[in-house]
């Protein structure tokens, strides 16, 4: 679609002849499916398209491997806001077909199913795109049988309803609404390890707290507005505006839990395929658990997160990857000689109200350190250093560590003898502006 370089005038009656194109392919697809169409990863396949074109559902390249493909409704320009069994990902001979039967099913080339609606024998008589961005599937008389807006993959838009009950995932991330309090909760959730609740927030609490919601409701109003409502409650909660709240025009706004946990509200102008941030959940990305993998040391650059490793004693889990995790150089059970705890200053284990893997003492920092030096299974510790006495003893076998200037916090990690430090901060080029250049 970007018109030749060159001469402008050829390049403009090129973009011409291609809308004109795309418009009458896009409009011999803006109807019903009927059972048995199906799509492919073809370049030549065609894709479903919302009546005006709004959305498409079409096979995208998978954003974690290329050659791979996802089945994605997307919004006008490649924004994804939905996919087929939660980008399951097939290879270039996969389709995704409405069955005879009615069943809406992803198959892998090797003729896996790797995703199905589940709608087979339901009289599901087609499949349409809805301007909403919704995937619908009906019967003869018109009825809904299924529908993506109830089976959200990690997005909701405007106009979509995400109720309790429901979750959006990204990797081991799960976002829900908590039917009681109606709190935005986002869980970490990985095979071996025991979950952790990382944000479970009221937003205006004080106003629900001594209510109990039926059914709260998240959505994102077309003015960018993010709000909770549910029967009990006489007015909407207001969970937060977006930054360009107000603002109108053509554009998609949506809510996405995003593949490093945090949960965003975004906007999107038509046909731009770029999203742009408007409100994070977590306002600092190192309080979100795992974010660096396993014993990850989350901090920041002057500009963005960054990962790294506790100690020199540990290394990354993949070189290419610093979000991957870290692991020791020398397996504990495998020391030469005895086992010892590094300090790590300015450094938490993260912890939260609800997490059960952890032990917690009103102990001085260096019992702290004894302790989890003593404890078979304790792995490291935090002496939190901020008046309230606190120790904390992580005895799970997935811990993250967070490092700021801003901690009072001391931390330890058990390594095999000796613990070898990180260099300081002030020797990289990853400093803070205070600390370089002093020397140069
Ligand atoms: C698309 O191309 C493939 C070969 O690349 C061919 O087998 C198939 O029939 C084509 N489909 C359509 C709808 O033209
Ligand atoms: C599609 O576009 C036309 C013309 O812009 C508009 O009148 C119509 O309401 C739109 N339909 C939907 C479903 O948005
Ligand atoms: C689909 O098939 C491709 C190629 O055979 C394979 O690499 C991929 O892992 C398969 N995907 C699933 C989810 O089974
Ligand atoms: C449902 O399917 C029928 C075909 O049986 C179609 O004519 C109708 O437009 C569809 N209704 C909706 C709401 O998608
Ligand atoms: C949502 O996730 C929770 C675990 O976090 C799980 O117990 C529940 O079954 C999931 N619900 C749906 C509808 O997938
Ligand atoms: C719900 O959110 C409020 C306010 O953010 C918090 O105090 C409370 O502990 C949360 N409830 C649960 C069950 O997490
Ligand atoms: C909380 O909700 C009440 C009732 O809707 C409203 O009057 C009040 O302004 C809200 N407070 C905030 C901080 O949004
Ligand atoms: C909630 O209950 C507490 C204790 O019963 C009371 O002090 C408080 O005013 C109540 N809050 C609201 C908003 O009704
Ligand atoms: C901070 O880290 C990000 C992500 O690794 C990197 O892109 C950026 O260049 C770094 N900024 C500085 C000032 O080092
Ligand atoms: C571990 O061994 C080193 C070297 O032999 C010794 O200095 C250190 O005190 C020992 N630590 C413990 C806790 O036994
Ligand atoms: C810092 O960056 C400069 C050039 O930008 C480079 O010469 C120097 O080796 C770097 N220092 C470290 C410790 O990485």
């Known amino acids: 679609m970007r018109p030749l370089r060159g001469d402008p005038g050829a390049g403009a009656d090129l973009a011409i002849l291609c809308c004109c ?100 024998g339901r009289g599901v008589a087609a499949a349409s795109l809805h301007e909403s961005g919704n995937l619908v599937l009906n019967n003869s008389r018109g009825r809904v049988v299924w529908q993506s807006f109830h089976h959200p993959t990690d997005t909701v838009v405007m106009s979509q309803s995400f109720t309790s009950g429901m979750n959006l995932t990204s990797g081991p991330y799960v976002f829900a609404v908590d039917r009681a309090t109606g709190n935005l909760t986002l869980n970490w959730a990985s095979a071996g390890a025991a979950p952790v609740t990382y944000l479970s927030k009221g937003y205006n609490y004080t106003f629900t707290a001594n209510t109990t919601l039926s059914s709260p409701k998240l959505t994102m109003q077309t003015n960018g507005i993010v709000s909770i409502t549910d029967g009990s409650l006489d007015s909407p909660i207001i969970v937060a505006y977006s930054s ?98 590094l300090q790590i ?54 811990v993250s560590a967070y490092q700021s200037a801003s901690l009072p916090s001391t931390s330890f990690v058990k390594v095999c003898f000796p613990g070898v430090p990180n260099p300081p901060v002030s020797a990289t080029n990853a400093s803070s502006p205070g600390t370089s250049g002093l020397h140069g």
């Open 21 to 120: 194109f795309l418009l009458l392919s896009f409009l011999s697809h803006g109807a019903d499916m009927p059972l048995g169409s199906s799509l492919s990863p073809a370049a030549n396949s065609t894709s479903w398209s919302s009546p005006n074109s709004t959305y498409s559902l079409r096979f995208v390249p998978s954003p974690t491997s290329p050659s791979l493909f996802v089945a994605a409704v997307t919004y006008a320009g490649g924004v994804p806001v939905w996919s087929a069994g939660a980008g399951a990902a097939v290879d270039s001979r996969g389709s995704l077909r409405l069955s005879s039967s009615g069943d809406l099913h992803l198959v892998n080339g090797s003729g896996a199913v790797l995703w199905s609606s589940g709608t087979a």
């Open 244 to 341: 360009n709240y107000g603002e109108s025009g053509d554009m998609l706004r949506f809510l996405r839990l995003d593949s490093d946990g945090n949960f965003r509200a975004y906007s999107a102008a038509h046909g731009s395929g770029t999203a742009t941030e408007q409100w994070s959940a977590v306002a600092d990305q190192c309080q979100v658990f795992g974010y660096c993998g396993n014993m990850g040391m989350c901090s920041y650059n002057r500009t963005s997160p960054v990962c790294g490793c506790p100690s020199r004693n540990f290394e990354l889990v993949d070189a290419s990857n610093p979000r991957s995790g870290c692991k020791r150089k020398t397996e504990l059970q495998n020391c030469p000689g005895n086992s010892t705890m």
């Open 345 to 398: 200053d300015n450094t938490q284990f993260l912890t939260y109200p609800l997490e059960i893997a952890i032990e917690q003492f009103y102990i001085g920092i260096t019992a702290c350190r004894l302790n989890c030096l003593a404890g078979s299974s304790c792995v490291g510790a935090t002496a939190l250093s901020d008046g309230s006495g606190l120790c904390w003893l992580k005895v799970s076998n997935f």
